[in-house]
T-cell receptor, first 116, second 112 residues
């Protein structure tokens, strides 16, 4: 079956532009996470959805960052008025119980955002 | 809060050498521990995991043992191959369907 897909894979934005990054999770996965990975660093948590409910947005770095998942499937991460420090790879992961005791997150390939 | 510390890279080894990548953690509660791998041009993949103390996770010849007394989860492989060249991330999770906390990653380069 298809894995997690993200689009676009690469995005170049001029400083001050708004961007929208899309995540298509694995079909049927209830949980969806966004992470930000700066160059040479590990991924850092941004936000978490369970179905359409955004249960944790404690990792969003500023009010310029906004995420939604209106129908509990596809999610969009929006960054308004992009700044150079927003340059990073944005990773989406969806999660499901593989069996009764085993929960796993599956990662997409990421969107590399470069702000010039 | 939760944090993961792993050894800095790059680690450069000859093929068939023994690999150890150190990982220690700080967590509230009882975390599950993970190693993820990122091959060049690909997304993060789960390599192995352990969910409780003294558990050993293993996959593709890699192993790691959950050591609660030393808060460690070191990754080992007895004989590395060129195809193992990648970036390896140690991570933890407290709670089942909750966020992962990652280390900064260790780049492994294996040469012939």
């Amino acid at each position: 079956g298809a894995g997690v897909s993200q689009s676009p894979r690469y995005k170049v934005a001029k400083r001050g532009q708004d961007v929208a990054l899309r995540c298509d999770p694995i079909s049927g996965h209830v949980s969806l996470f966004w992470y930000q990975q700066a160059l040479g660093q590990g991924p850092e948590f941004l936000t978490y959805f369970q179905n359409e409910a955004q249960l944790d947005k404690s990792g969003l770095p500023s009010d310029r960052f906004f995420a939604e998942r209106p129908e509990g499937s596809v999610s969009t991460l929006k960054i308004q008025r992009t700044q150079q420090e927003d340059s990073a790879v944005y990773l989406c992961a969806s999660g499901s119980f593989r069996d009764r005791d085993s929960y796993e997150q599956y990662f997409g390939p990421g969107t590399r955002l470069t702000v010039t | 809060g939760n944090s993961v510390t792993q050894m800095e890279g790059p680690v450069t080894l000859s093929e068939e050498a023994f690999l150890t990548i150190n990982c220690t953690y700080t967590a509230t509660g009882y975390p599950s521990l993970f190693w993820y791998v990122q091959y060049p041009g690909e997304g993060l993949q789960l390599l192995l995991k352990a969910t409780k103390a003294d558990d050993k996770g293993s996959n593709k010849g890699f192993e790691a043992t959950y050591r609660k007394e030393t808060t460690s989860f070191h990754l080992e492989k007895g004989s590395v191959q060129v195809s193992d060249s990648a970036v390896y991330f140690c991570a933890l999770r407290t709670g089942t369907a909750s966020k992962l906390t990652f280390g900064t990653g260790t780049r492994l380069q294996v040469t012939l």
